[in-house]
C-alpha cells in the first residue's frame, strides 16, 4: 500500500463550489505539506503543518484553508473554487527535522475548476 | 528569499549516453538538498537527499553532488535508458519547507 494516499485523484467542479482535497499517511511523519504544480510555475507551497496543532501558510495560502485532524491526516479546502485553481495538488510528509527531512509525495489530485 | 534554478529546461540524448542535470540555489544556508523524479501527471518520487554536511550521494546509476558554497548541485546519470525519461527536480531544504527548481524534462532516445 502506498504511504502517501489522497483523495480523490481527479475532480472537475464548477466555479463557487466548496471542494475538500484529503491526504492521509502510513509513515508516522510529523509533517504534511499541500503543494500545487502548474506548468511554467513549478511547485508552489500551500499549507504546512509540523505537527497537528501547528499549520503554516505557504507562499500561495489565499483561497486556501486546512484542517489537520491527526497526525495521519491533512485536508485542503477551496472554499470557493476559481477556475484560476485548476491544477494538480499534492500532498507531501516529511520526519525528523533538519538535515535528514527527506519528504515524500502522495500521487496528485487533478483538479479542473470551469 | 531562495530561488532554484535547472538548466537545461529540456535534454534529449540516445540511449547508453553519460549525462548531466544542474541545479543552481541563491542562498547556501540550507538543511539539504533533494531529487526527484517525475512522471507525466503521476506524484514526485525522491530519488537521492545530500545532507548540507556530505558532498555526494549514489543510487545505482545515480551520483548526486552537492557544492554548498557555490550554490550547486548536480545529478549524474550514468549510461541513461528510455526508462529514465522523465522530468527531473531539484528541491533545498531550510526550516522544514522547500524550495523547488522547475525541472529538467529528459527524453531517452532507444
Known amino acids: 500500500d502506498a504511504d502517501v494516499t489522497q483523495t480523490p485523484r481527479n475532480r472537475i467542479t464548477k466555479t463557487g463550489k466548496r471542494i475538500m482535497l484529503e491526504c492521509s499517511q502510513t509513515?508516522?511523519?510529523?509533517?504534511m505539506y499541500w503543494y500545487r504544480q502548474d506548468p511554467g510555475l513549478g511547485l508552489r507551497l500551500i499549507y504546512y503543518?509540523?505537527?497537528?496543532?501547528?499549520?503554516n501558510k505557504g507562499e500561495i495560502s489565499d483561497g486556501y484553508s486546512v484542517s489537520r485532524q491527526a497526525q495521519a491526516k491533512f485536508s485542503l479546502s477551496l472554499e470557493s473554487a476559481i477556475p484560476n485553481q485548476t491544477a494538480l495538488y499534492f500532498c507531501?510528509?516529511?520526519?525528523?527535522?533538519?538535515?535528514?527531512?527527506?519528504?515524500?509525495f502522495g500521487p496528485g489530485t487533478r483538479l479542473t475548476v470551469l | 528569499k531562495q530561488e532554484v534554478t535547472q538548466i537545461p529546461a529540456a535534454l534529449s540524448v540516445p540511449e547508453g549516453e553519460n549525462l548531466v542535470l544542474n541545479c543552481s540555489f541563491t542562498d547556501s544556508a540550507i538543511y539539504n538538498l533533494q531529487w526527484f523524479r517525475q512522471d507525466p501527471g503521476k506524484g514526485l518520487t525522491s530519488l537521492l537527499l545530500i545532507q548540507s554536511s556530505q558532498r555526494e550521494q549514489t543510487s545505482g546509476r545515480l551520483n548526486a553532488s552537492l557544492d554548498k558554497s557555490s550554490g550547486r548541485s548536480t545529478l549524474y546519470i550514468a549510461a541513461s535508458q528510455p526508462g529514465d525519461s522523465a522530468t527531473y527536480l531539484c528541491?533545498?531544504?531550510?526550516?522544514?519547507?522547500?524550495?523547488f527548481g522547475d525541472g529538467t524534462t529528459l527524453t531517452v532516445k532507444p
Open positions: 503543518s509540523f505537527d497537528v496543532k501547528d499549520i
Open positions: 509513515k508516522g511523519h510529523d509533517r
Open positions: 507531501a510528509t516529511s520526519g525528523a527535522p533538519g538535515p535528514y527531512n527527506e519528504q515524500f
Open positions: 528541491a533545498v531544504s531550510n526550516a522544514g519547507k522547500s524550495t
